[in-house]
C-alpha cells in the first residue's frame, strides 16, 4: 500500500516558519514528480510547489514564490517544502502529492497526481 504522510505542520505567528516534510511506503518515488497543495476552508485545493524526479526543475505559485522553497531526498523518499515570512493567508491544510507518470516534469493541477497524503494543517496567526 502507497502512503504519503506529512508531517511539520501547525501554529505560527505572520513572518514565521515552517518546514514541512512528506515521507512516501510502499514504493519510491525517485522517478516521479513530488508536489505539494494546500486547501483553506471554503476554497478548492490549489497548486503551492512542484519539483521534477530529480530536483533540477521546481515550480511554485505566484504567491509564494521567493517564500517557500520545495526539496526532496531521494534516498530517503521524502520531500520538503520550507516556508517562510508565513502570512494569515497561507492558514491552509497542506497536502503533499505524487505523479504516478516516471520521469515526467513538474505539473500544476490537481488531476496529474496520483498518489496524497492526508494533509497537516498550517496556521499563520497572531
Known amino acids: 500500500q502507497v502512503t504519503l504522510v506529512e508531517s511539520g505542520g501547525g501554529s505560527v505567528q505572520p513572518g514565521g516558519s515552517l518546514r514541512l516534510s512528506c515521507a512516501a511506503s510502499?514504493?519510491?518515488?525517485?522517478?516521479?514528480?513530488m508536489g505539494w497543495f494546500r486547501q483553506a476552508p471554503g476554497k478548492e485545493r490549489e497548486f503551492v510547489a512542484s519539483i521534477r524526479w530529480n530536483g533540477g526543475t521546481a515550480a511554485y505559485a505566484d504567491s509564494v514564490l521567493g517564500r517557500f522553497t520545495i526539496s526532496r531526498d531521494n534516498a530517503k523518499n521524502t520531500c520538503h517544502l520550507q516556508m517562510n515570512n508565513l502570512t494569515p493567508e497561507d492558514t491552509a491544510v497542506y497536502y503533499c502529492a505524487a505523479r504516478d507518470t516516471p520521469w515526467a516534469e513538474p505539473t500544476r493541477t490537481v488531476n496529474t497526481y496520483a498518489f496524497w497524503g492526508q494533509g497537516t494543517q498550517v496556521t499563520v496567526s497572531s
Open positions: 510502499g514504493r519510491t518515488f525517485n522517478s516521479n514528480v
